[in-house]
């Protein structure tokens, strides 16, 4: 809500600071004392409340809630809770005040709702054909007649939440940026901790660690901290907004708005990057390499020829540079040959399998069904890994294609790259600050859509946050809003 | 309206389309009882031959005991067990202890009986609780069961291919051969089914560019005559019952060129053999040893006469087969999911006392048998290089040394995969 509060005066503004304060001190003290359930639930009701009595209020609370989602333990329930319940509410405010009528469709826009059509025909057609393989052992959602609508379900709310920001508009974007920058902040200190907790052996400490309940140790609660972020790579897919933001407000020949200094954005950038190097991400730190020169091409208005090529020269040093630390933080730098027969193993056989899906499936075997028929189609020789309780096909066009067959595959890879261009396109014609905003968060959706053809899950709020944003700039033009009180001061 | 009609017909086609590609993909096999345990259920209806593959797998199955289950993929060990039911001679016997099987015993896997009707049963059985199915019949069956009847042979040494395999050695260089004519083979057979299975080993030596010539043998008194017409021949090869094809050996085959008596196993041959030695083309050699390193050279032959007396015959190896097949599935399989192991199957050579077997879709291809020199209490694999061509001429008395052709010089590849152990050893059976 501080971060939302474009709107209100100073005073309001500070009253606002010290009731958050307020409810954060007396809940984490709440939460200590084992109270997270009552607490949790007061929490994300309070939320509800305001987002569905604000739009603008709701694409910031979901902002804040995308990386951090499990403030509360699982005994809450879904670990996504709190922001699929406030999100709810936000459409639900939507809805009631007709609020949607104001998207103005793109063209990514158009490739999103075709590939929801042909995923909701496909997995409708196709229920009750998920075969008897060892995975049917899987229960709750995971069961075979319920995964299908599950995922379904899912990829229905993050569509949900790039739509609730593109019915937002222009007008929330900034307040949502700066919702994404104050929960970098958190995550952070949650990477910083990961790092400095696992040397010590400290609880908690989650990324790269895999671990059962059973090791937790008695009478300890199984909290996860961030649970969107229990792996290296969406941890740094995440980082990388607050490090394109905060490069491209650092660039000399770029205006930023006035809410950041020069030195705050040079902090977001470099902190970013000491959590993207201490997530030990390969692929967030190839992807940051090679978005960085998206970012420069973007944000340099006329490029002549021996620039480009000069711009193309280091782009390769820099991936090569990316590489050599991604191999360094992994196993010996002489042998280079382990880290990626280790990625090749770990991986490939995944994909072969989704691929041999949509050859032998080619109009899809319904979303979420996957991992049924992974076990015939993954391979045998002993080179890649054979895991059938492995639910993804460790990239999610990949995943789409065997889901939802060669047209929703071909649907779900154009969006991402339609809205790219689209944002580009668009960075590239404006001036002001927002062409460092729109550069930054294209380029940050560029580096998260690259990182996500080597994993799987297209459920991470954050990742359509800044779908939304993206798109809201792209559709809505570029008319700022007119400085509010909290930015005047 | 058109646009909307458009879109609901593109919506049904995707919608038929996503339905028919899902719903024509081959029903896969109930994975439900296999998780980390599989349990093979055996149809003995009583026959000798069920009996005794029943003794081989259960003999496999104790040994794979000895040393804890089938490790695969991430550290995980699958038991494999065997629970036998018998069954009423008929097929309606063996479909109704099939279904015992399915329904008591939660059994992944089972193995029919080796007559061809009840078998039928049992895999009509099979194939509507989607449970796999072995069966170690002397010859295939027409396969309408699909994927699920993994068929393990016994053998075909009707076919001729390794003692065909040690002559190529032997008339390789040898002054006038070429690859469309090496030498003559004399083929003897008695008239009926042994005279079919001459055929085969015909048509096979007619293939490797030998002049076949293929001669029915009324009687022992009568074979000095054939032998004298037939001139001099390059090997000769005797399909006929043990007996029998001993008695033309000792009559007159053993003053000729080299010769094999191709039979079902040895355990015929061998107590009329007294000092004499003959090369036998047989489906598997006692002293071979299993492909799984359960049972070392003739260590199942071993294992066999402590429990149950004897040289096991083919069945009890066919037996022991399907559990090493059933094994070699989990392995590569890296999983106990039932659709999973019928591809794994399918998908590489598995080395079985029997030879290397390829299966598709269930049915083996080609099956190599093996050439044993058999002698006084002892068995040795005759591999096709220059031991295996000594190893034959062996059979021959050195009285009728010069009709054999001069050996090849060593080197190259057997045609056929060296399915044994090159040691001789000596059975602890007859």
Known sequence: VTAAASRVGQAEWRLLVALTTVLVVLGSLAGLAGHYRPVGVVLIAVASVVALLDLRAACVLVALTSPVVSLASIDVGFHLLPSYVILAAGVLGVLARREWRRIKLIRADYLLL??????????????????????????????????????LAAIGTMVAVYFLFRAGGREVVEASVRALLVAGGFVAMYAVYQAIGQQLHLPYTYVNERRTVAELGQGLDYIRVNSSLPEASPLAQ????????????????????????????????????????????????????????????LTLRRLSRRRRLVLIAVTCLVVLGAGLVAVALRGPIGNPSNVLASERYVRLGYWDSAVQIAESH??????????????????????????????????TVLDALAETGFLGGALYLLFPVVLIVLGARRSRRVDGPERALLAGLTTAYAAGALMHLTYSYAYFPFEWVLAGCVGAMVATGAARPAPSAVEAA | ??????????????????????????????????????????????????????????????????VGGVPYGFGQVAAIEVDEQRAAPTPGGAAAAARKLLATKRVTALVGPTDPDRLAAVAEVAVKSRALLFSARPRPVQSRFGNALTYVPRGQPERLRSSLDIVDRMVKGKPGSSAKGRGRILILYKRGSWGLR?????????????????????????????????????FTAAYAPPRQALSWFKAGGR??????????????????????????????STSQSFGDGLFGPGGFARAYDVAFGGTPPTDAVAGAS???????????????????LLKARDATPILTPLGPIVFQRGQPRQVPSVVVLLGPKSTTPL????????????????????????PAPAAATPAVPAPATGTTTTPAGR
Request: hydrophobic share 50%; with cysteine.
């Open chain 2, 1 to 66: 309206v058109a646009l909307v009609a458009a879109a609901l017909l593109v919506a049904g086609l995707i919608a038929v389309l996503s339905r028919q590609g899902t719903a024509d993909t081959q029903t896969p096999f109930n994975p439900d009882a296999a998780s980390d345990r599989l349990v093979i259920g055996v149809v003995n209806t009583g026959s000798p031959s069920d009996q005794e593959v029943t003794r081989g797998l259960k003999l496999w199955v104790n040994q794979l005991g000895e």
């Open chain 2, 322 to 340: 399907i559990g090493l097949i059933v094994r070699t599935m989990v392995i590569v399989a890296r999983s106990t999911d039932p659709t999973r």
């Open chain 1, 238 to 297: 995440f980082m990388a907004i607050p490090l394109f933001l905060g490069a491209a407000w650092s660039l000399p020949w770029l205006r930023r708005p006035g809410w950041v200094r020069r030195l705050a954005a040079a902090g977001f950038a470099l902190g970013a990057m000491l959590v993207i190097g201490l997530s030990l991400s390969k692929a967030g730190i190839v992807a940051v390499g090679l978005c960085a020169a998206l970012l420069l091409f």
């Open chain 2, 198 to 234: 001459a055929l085969k080993g015909a048509d096979e030596a007619r293939k490797r560019g030998y002049k076949v010539k293929s001669l029915a043998v009324p009687g022992t008194s009568s074979l000095g005559g054939i032998l004298r017409s037939a001139g001099k021949v390059d």
């Open chain 1, 362 to 395: 080619p109009f899809g075997v319904g979303v979420g069904n996957f991992p049924f028929w992974y076990p015939l189609y993954a391979p045998l020789r002993g080179g890649v890994e054979y895991a059938p309780y492995v639910a993804d096909a460790h990239s």
């Open chain 2, 255 to 284: 003053d000729r060129s080299p010769w094999t008596l191709v039979a079902d196993e040895t355990t015929a041959i061998e107590p009329g053999l007294g000092k004499l030695k003959a090369a036998v083309e047989v489906p598997w």
């Open chain 2, 383 to 406: 591999l096709p290089n220059d031991k295996g061509v000594a190893g034959l001429r062996k059979s021959v008395p050195p009285k009728a040394r010069p009709a054999a052709p001069t």
């Open chain 1, 114 to 151: 075709g590939f929801i059509a042909v995923a909701v025909i496909v997995t409708l057609a196709t229920y009750g054909t998920a075969p008897n393989t060892t995975v049917l052992g899987a229960v709750g959602q995971n069961s075979p007649h319920l995964r299908g609508f599950a995922q």
